[in-house]
Each structure stands twice: as C-alpha cells, then as structure tokens.
C-alpha cells in the first residue's frame, strides 16, 4: 500500500530531523488570519476541567466607552497604528494566526529542545534532572514522551478552562472590540463581533506563561518575552486595549495556580523511582518464571519513569487506570513469543523502503517534539483548516492531549507491571532501524499514543475518522518493522489506546460544545 501521506510529508522531515523549532517556522510561517466560522459566544457555560465556576476568579467591570481612561487606551492603539515598524507589523500577523497555535508550537519546539536524556557519570551511574535546581546538568527537564504528554495535557486543559472563564466574562460584561468603538482604528489581526474585555490573547498568554514556571522553569524568562509580544500585538493590532489585556492576564495568571497545584501532587515527581524499585521490578519479574526486561544502553541506565503510571490521570480516576492494564503478553519462552520473534527479525533483515519511510516518518525520538508532540501537529495542521475560534481550538487540543497523558499513564502502568523485553534482548541479530527506547516493551507506547489520538480526532474531525485510525495503524507498525516491538505489543497498545481515546470522545459529547 502506497502511504500518500508519508511521501508527501517524508522529504520535509528529512530536513527537519536536527530541528523540529524549523520545521514547525517553515509550515507555518505565512498562516492567514484566524477568522472564526462561530465565535462560539455560549462558550461560558461549556464543561471545564478543574474549574468548578468559571466565575471562580473575579475580574472588576470594565471601564464604559465614554470614560476618559478607555478613550485614552483607544488613543493609545492609535498611536502604535500611526508608527508601527516592520517587527511590530510581524508580530502581529505571527500572532493573528491564533494563540492557542502559536503557544502549542512554541511548547513543542521546547519539548524537541528538552527531549535529551542525559549522559553518564564517570562512575557509570545516570544523572537525574533536579527540578529544585533546574540550571545544573542534566537541565530540567528531560522532556520524555511521559513528560511530554503530561506537559501538553496540563497547558491545553489550562488554557482551555482560561478561555472559558474568559469568554463568560466577554457575555457578561459584553465590551465592544476597540475597532468597534472607534472607526478610526484598524482591525489588524481580523474583525469580530465578539467582546474584547477580557482580551482571550492575553488569558491564553497569561495562563501559558504560568504553566510553563512549573513545565520548563529555566525558560521563564524567554517565555514572558513571548507573553509580552503576545499581548503588544493584541493591543496594537486593534483588537484589545490595554485594560482588556490588562484583566485577561491576570485571570489567565490565576487559574493557572489551579492546574499547578494539581501538577504538584500528581505523583509524577516519583515517578524516576528509588534503585529500589528498579531492583524490585527486576526480581519479581524473575520470580514469575520471566525473562525480564534490561537496559541495552551502555552503562545500563535505570528505566525511563519506572512509577509514571501511579500518576493521576484527567479523564477518569486512578482505579479506572489500573483496569485498562491489558492482560500479560506472550510469556517470553513460549512458542507464540518465538513466532512473534521471528517476525521482527524478518522484518528487520529484509527492510524495504516503504517501511523505513515508515520508521523514519514516526521515529520521534531524541531531539524531537516526541509521539505526543507529533499527534499535536498533525491535529493543528487539521484545526487550521476548520478556522475554529481559540476557545474551541483549546478544547480539542485539551482533549487530545488529556487523551494522551493518560494513555502514557496506562501505557507506563503496563510496561511496569510485565516488565517484558525487547526483541532485540532475546534475540540480538535483531538490529533495530532506528533508536531503542530505555524501557520495557509491552506495550507500544507510539501505539497506545496513536490509538487515543486517532480515537478523539476522529469524533472531533468526523471526515478525517479512516485518516486518522490509518496514521495511528502506520505509527504503530513502524515498531514492529523498525524491530522495536512485537506485534503484541502493537495490536494491544492501539486497543487500549482507543479505549482511553473513548473516555475523551465521552466527555465531549457532555461538555456543551457540540
């Protein structure tokens, strides 16, 4: 079967591979405007994640167009429109094209740069990333597929609950856009009816900017830099004074806390484990008559986030979690393991050139915005098309990456408990087409990923359904083909993917945006 797709996909990656930062700059860099089909006005009342109100942060009443203070902001625009630079004309069409966008490119471009694990001691032992002292090496974080699904759930679900506390406040208090009030002023970034005050630009930057104290803590400052762009172009594009970005800021900036007192009991701060753990994983898995898992990275370098699947999820609760843990996989000495061997082996002796595009096109290892990272690009590439408004482009993306937080929980739960080998352990004429994750092998997490993401891609995107469920099968056979994985592993990561995919489609079809 020839992959459309891939081919047309596969020589931009290619050149991208060293900096996923140029490819996201390349694809993106000439988006038109972001002009809603529906500016979702209602968005107020739909479901949120952690808030329980979404007037749980006050913000004051906005100034009346008469007063001399909001005339004095409209001046202001004004301005900045009489003498705009070249930069400032740029930022602003950057910026036009969506926050909710340009936040989750900027988050995967610091997840490709974080996603390097770090190097040994001279003893032989692994450093581990410090969050209480982030700068020292190795930085925090090591942005893995676990972390970066956990830090994309937790900004999207954020940004998602800002934006719909933003929008109740844009219907209650129901402020005109400056370039509503004042016909001397230019819509620069687009024009609406829907309420300026408080600006959504700056609750997306607010709230991001916060999240990211936590996320990436040795890149605030270049963070804020962002948030400040963000919100300068917002007021000088027309669409919000300084009073809206003023009041958007600062309740983006609160609620913010809400996701991050989450994130601090979460369990995901365990989730390296002790030596202990690691030992302990080891022996019981021999106890059970099995050969266990062993790194192949050279000194043996501890499993990656050994208790990652104790973390709490977002779409349903930790007993749930446990119950998604699929049944055990071939025992390692069966005859079903050696026919499953064998398959691999073949696979990986006789490459053919359809499979590594495959294995190329979904590595997504090292340096790269990681399996995660790569089902938001594909999403975003998707929602641009739809020119959905930024509280809808945050709910999507919420549930995706929900989705896939939990997937990498249930899918970390279950390499833990069986603790099972790679194909290249138990036979090493396997040579693996590209580079061997430092963990158990069942179950696939690029399969598990990919069958929750195609699963809430395709109720959201219902044209896209046979699309999105045909990439997740091509992710996942690339582990199989690139030798990383048996086809157990494949099969039953992307049905439990999907099950996790179908408590995201769950709680869509009862969160009022439909």
Known sequence: MKHLYIKSLVALFLLSLASCKKDIEFRTAHLPILEPKNIDLDAGSWKTVLLTRPDTFAIATPLDKSNANYIAELNEIKGFQRNLTQDQSSNINYWAAGGVLRWNELIRELVAKYNLPPFQNEDGTYPIPSSANPFAYPLFPFANPPYSARAYAYIAAAQYDALVACWHYKKLYNRAAPYNNDSSIIAKAGKSNLPSYPSEAAVIAGVTAEMMKLLFPTEIAAIQEKATAHEEATIMSGSATRSDVNAGDALGRQIAQVFIARAKTDKAGKAVGTPTDWANFETSTIAKGEIPWISQDSPK????????????????????????????????????????????????????????????????????????????AIAAEDFITKNFSEVRWARNLALLNMALMDAGIVCWKTKYTYYNPRPSQLDPRIKTLTGLPNFPSYISGHSTFSGAAAAILGYIIPERASAYTQMANDASKSRLVGGLHYRSDCEVGLRVGNDIGQYAIERAKTDGAN
């Open 301 to 376: 370098r501890p499993g990656m986030l050994p208790l990652y699947g104790n973390v709490k999820p977002f779409l349903f609760d930790t007993t749930t979690a446990k119950s998604l843990v699929p049944p055990p996989p071939p025992l390692t000495g069966s005859d079903q393991m050696k026919i499953e061997l064998a398959e691999v082996l073949s696979y990986t002796n006789n490459p053919t050139i359809e499979n590594q595009q495959l294995v190329l096109f979904w590595g997504d290892g090292v340096g790269t915005y990681t399996p995660p990272g790569h089902w938001n």
